[in-house]
């Protein structure tokens, strides 16, 4: 018999933070790929990193890739690779609970930006403030409402 496809809705909206690196040339690839690891992602599907979703280790709550086209991580080339930065990022819908799937794409930024001396920042390259992160975690909410409506 065939495999069963799972079919995968098509994003409607996809939320985006920047960590880009204080110092030229960039972040250090191989610490920047034991801090992605330490953040509980993985190296995976178009050679970036995705956080799985933990009911369903084939879903990615959030994914991270280079901001340097085209986007991946060569996991050979990290002791010779600086990344100037990096796009955190998930999609509307996805796996599990939107919300908690930005909180934790908060945190892991966060997280990131502190232990690689890293500034967070929006999708217009703003600083990502508490405000900011409030505004964004409601239009998610509001989006999730818009949803549920039966058209």
Do not use: C, N, W
Not at 53 to 63: C, G, I, Q, V
Not at 75 to 95: D, H, K
């Amino acid at each position: 018999p065939a495999p069963r496809v799972r079919p995968v809705p098509l994003p409607e909206k996809v939320v985006t933070l920047r960590l880009m690196s204080r110092e030229p040339p960039g972040f250090p690839g191989e610490a920047l790929v034991l801090a992605l690891r330490e953040a509980g992602l993985a190296h995976g599907r178009y050679g970036i990193f995705h956080r799985a979703d933990a009911t369903d280790p084939d879903a990615a709550l959030f994914s991270v890739a280079s901001l340097v086209e085209p986007g991946s991580f060569d996991l050979e080339r990290l002791r010779t690779t600086a990344y100037p930065g990096v796009s955190l990022f998930l999609t509307i819908p996805g796996p599990g609970d939107a919300v908690a799937a930005f909180d934790a794409m908060v945190d892991a930024g966060r997280r990131l930006a502190g232990q690689l001396g890293g500034e967070l920042l929006d999708e217009q390259g703003s600083t990502f403030s508490i405000q900011r992160q409030r505004y964004i975690r409601e239009e998610i909410i509001q989006f999730r409402h818009r949803q549920a409506r039966p058209h």
